[in-house]
């Protein structure tokens, strides 16, 4: 067993940080805020999880570098005292003596750059769905050498079994190269083997997509699915939770097409490492559009990559000779397919 130390510090720190978003959540989001725009509650629960993760981490790895979403720079502005009072209170419930100068440097310690060995954290993926009530994720990764070892990855309001939607909610994913990957109720209990789903039964496959038309190419990410026998009609989630869809044999393949609308948009680190150990361990593959795979060894930005493809496994070939057969065409600004 390679990396124990690791991962479980990894599960501990992504544990915590779940835990204060789920209270960020039931305490602050309501539909007042949501009509007003009110984006306080996802500020506060962001540098929350990032200050939590990031101490839990640096007091075990000191030397290990976190590249993370957030920085402290404007919580530490006189206008956001309030803000920067509320997240204190809030890391305050497991760090009882934090002062708002510590929390805003544990923030900071999540604004390193890569390097051969480092973590890559997203306090809250798919603030969207937070907001809205709908999936979120706290997503972390160990990388090193450019090759992602360790992953943990919760999703506190999805449910352990897409099935059963009214039943228990909350579920971390967690998966070591070479070892496989695996899930819990994040409530507590055991964990246990995940994998992808078997695509002899073309029957009922399904394709997951985000939510925000606007972090993909719908109409395309439709014709791919179709082009490679996926009839039923896509399950649309927030967050990484769709990689854990994935993993654990909930929808065949997961599309993430550039959206015409930002043809520059480049993908990020935070928002696929951590996704895409759990579905390789699963049994799956995850490329860019091209088939290329993704790179988290040069910078937070993924410049080298366009489109995230992640796939059950043997159809994934198709789907790249599907886009690449004139169906993708990134740059252009009509969002229409080429016939
Ligand atoms: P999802 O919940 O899967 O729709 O993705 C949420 C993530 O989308 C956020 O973490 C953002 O980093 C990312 N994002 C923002 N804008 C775009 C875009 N234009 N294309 C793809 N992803 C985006
Ligand atoms: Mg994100």
């Not at 310690?109 to 709908?134: C, E, S, V």
């Not at 990689?243 to 948009?265: E, H, Q, T």
């Not at 696929?272 to 361990?281: F, K």
């Not at 795979?293 to 410049?303: E, G, I, K, Q």
Request: proline fraction near 6%; charged fraction near 25%; charge should be negative.
């Amino acid at each position: 067993m390679n990396y124990i130390q690791e991962k479980q510090v990894a599960i501990e720190a992504v544990t915590k940080a779940a835990t204060l978003c789920m209270r960020v959540r039931a305490e602050m989001v309501n539909l007042n805020a949501l009509e007003k725009g009110d984006r306080s509650p996802v500020t506060v629960a962001d540098f929350g999880a990032q200050a939590l993760a990031c101490q839990h981490l640096k007091a075990n790895f000191p030397q290990d570098p976190i590249v993370g979403e957030e920085d402290a720079a404007d919580l530490r502005q006189p206008d956001n005292a309030h803000q920067l009072t509320l997240v204190t209170r809030y890391v305050r419930q497991f760090q009882p003596k934090a002062t708002p100068d510590e929390v805003c440097g544990w923030i900071d310690a999540g604004n390193a750059t890569i390097a051969d060995r480092y973590w890559t954290l997203d306090p809250i993926d798919g603030t969207k769905g937070f907001l809205r009530n709908d999936q979120y994720a706290i997503a972390l990764a160990l990388v090193e050498g450019g090759d992602i070892k360790v992953s943990a990855l919760v999703c506190p309001a999805l449910p352990l079994a897409l099935d059963n939607p009214e039943g228990e909610k909350g579920a971390i994913f967690v998966a070591v190269r070479g070892e496989g990957a695996k899930m819990a109720p994040l409530n507590g209990g055991s964990f246990v083997p995940i994998h992808v789903c078997r695509e002899s039964d073309k029957t009922g496959l399904r394709f997951v997509e985000s939510v925000e038309a606007d972090h993909g190419n719908q109409a395309l990410q439709a014709a791919i699915a179709r082009a490679v026998g996926i009839t039923q009609p896509s399950l649309r989630m927030d967050s990484q939770a769709k990689y854990g869809a994935v993993a654990r044999g909930d929808a065949a393949l997961y599309l993430r097409l550039p959206s015409p609308k930002y043809p520059g948009y480049r993908e990020k680190i935070w928002d696929h490492a951590a996704g895409t150990l759990v579905v390789e361990e699963a049994g799956g593959r995850v490329t860019d559009m091209y088939g290329q795979p993704l790179d988290f060894a040069s910078d937070h930005l993924m410049h080298h990559n366009r489109g995230v493809i992640v796939s059950a496994g043997p159809f994934h070939e198709a789907v790249i000779v599907a886009i690449a057969q004139g169906k993708a065409e990134p740059e252009e600004t009509s969002g229409k397919a080429k016939p």
